[in-house]
Structure formats: structure tokens, C-alpha cells
């Protein structure tokens, strides 16, 4: 059973690291004009809608969000149960010669971030493709690794990082790490 060690990122500190990372992507991009946020279900679909409308904020303008469901992309797809639950995916919007900001909670092996990357191109050839992601912990599989980061949290594989983001973990944001 896991057991608690640490908060790493309270409230606050989520909402600066995501601020930060929105004011990155306005820099790197000279603006927002060509930029569409597409949160990987589940956690980084709240966190996506968190860093819109912080640049809403900022920049005045409103950047689309969208969310994709990689399980039908996931190189072991196989190995998951035969029930596993296919999301729809919702980008509504044209994703061809755009900038994709790809945004999730944990960067970990990199699995998900290709498969999210092979979804994307599913539905168009974006300009580019880049990565938000609130918090890397290292161990990559594949050569993946973000253009955006909330926290870098060097880990071991016996512990299990865990993001609290509303709606799915109650209202109070937050980030921790647990010992498997």
C-alpha cells in the first residue's frame, strides 16, 4: 500500500508553475495567435482549460482548448484489459499548420506523450507540436522531453507521483509524492 512522503506543490504553488508555463508558451510562440491547447485526458484536460484562461488573462485573447484520449494509441494496448474504456476525443478545431501545446500532469517514460503525439497527427499535421507538462520525473523510455515544465521532481521507480487537480481530486490543487 502506498504511503504518503511529501507535498511537493500546494495550490499556489500549482497556479505560479502553471502562470509560468503560460507566460513560456506566449514568448516561445510570439503570441498566441497560431496556439491550441489540447489536454491529455484525464488531469491534463483541467490543467489545459487552467493555462487558456491564464493567458486569457494575459494576452486578452482566448486560445482553444481541446482533449484527446490516447488509449486507442497506446503501444500496450494489448496488455490493458479487454473492458478498457476508449474516451471520445474533443478538438474542435482544425489542428493542420497550428501550434499544438500537447499538456498533461506527469512526464514519466514518455509513452503517453507519443501516443498523444500519434493522436495529434491523426487528425492533421500540425505545424508543431510541442509539451506542457506540471511535473517531470524523469526515467524516460522513449527520447521524449517537454518544452514546458512546472517542476522537475527526480524520482525513484518506487515512487508514484500523484497530481490533485478539481474536478477529479476534490477542489484543493496540489502535487505529492507517495512510496509504492
Sequence with gaps: MPTFKAKILDSAGVSRALTRISHEIIERNDGVSNVCLIGIRRRGVPLAQLIAATIEQIEGVKVPVGEIDITRYRDD???LTD??????TNVPFEVTERNI?????????GRTARAAIEAVFSLGRPERIQLAILVDRGHRELPIRADYVGKNVP??????IAVRVPPYDGDE???EIWQL
Design 77 to 79: 494496448l494489448t496488455t
Design 83 to 88: 473492458g478498457a474504456t476508449v474516451n471520445a
Design 101 to 109: 501545446i500537447l499538456v498533461d500532469d506527469v512526464l514519466y517514460t
Design 155 to 160: 524520482t525513484s521507480r518506487q515512487e508514484l
Design 173 to 175: 490543487m496540489g502535487v
